[in-house]
């Protein structure tokens, strides 16, 4: 069974920048569209960034367009997020997950709706943005 594993996740300064990193053991992920998502306390999942299962589609959230940059490495086996100028709103734990790489999964991948396809959800990553 595929279940993915997300590292990465630190304390940082609002302004700093953290890379996440989402792989799987015995797994390879290159058949799977996978996104990030994240989930603060108090608050539903959301969709931060997905991308196709070669890399050439991806679809991010409004609030992270050109902050957070999606990317996979297939042949290590891993899908990165990059996050810059990050803020404190920001602050949640970051989960990837995989889907069936097709069009309108990628296109409806962000915001509190985007999960629904997505599924083998690791333990989640915790990016906190404070001073």
């Known amino acids: 069974q595929l279940q993915l594993k997300e590292s990465g996740g630190d304390l940082v300064q609002p302004g700093g920048s953290l890379r996440l990193s989402c792989t799987a053991s015995?797994?390879?992920?290159?058949?799977?569209?996978i996104g990030w998502f994240r989930q603060a306390p108090g608050k539903e999942r959301e969709g931060v960034a997905c991308?196709?299962?070669?890399?050439?589609?991806?679809n991010d959230l409004d609030s992270v367009k050109g902050r957070f940059t999606i990317s996979r490495d297939n042949a290590k086996n891993m899908v990165y997020l990059q996050m810059n100028s990050l803020k404190p709103e920001d602050t949640a734990t970051y989960y990837c997950?995989?889907?069936?790489?097709?069009?309108?999964?990628?296109?409806?991948?962000?915001?509190?709706?985007?999960?629904?396809?997505?599924?083998?959800w690791g333990q989640g990553t915790q990016v906190t943005v404070s001073s």
């Open positions: 991308i196709s299962n070669s890399g050439g589609n991806t």
């Open positions: 015995g797994f390879t992920l290159d058949s799977y569209a």
């Open positions: 997950g995989a889907a069936p790489s097709l069009r309108p999964i990628i296109r409806r991948c962000t915001g509190v709706a985007g999960s629904r396809d997505f599924g083998s």
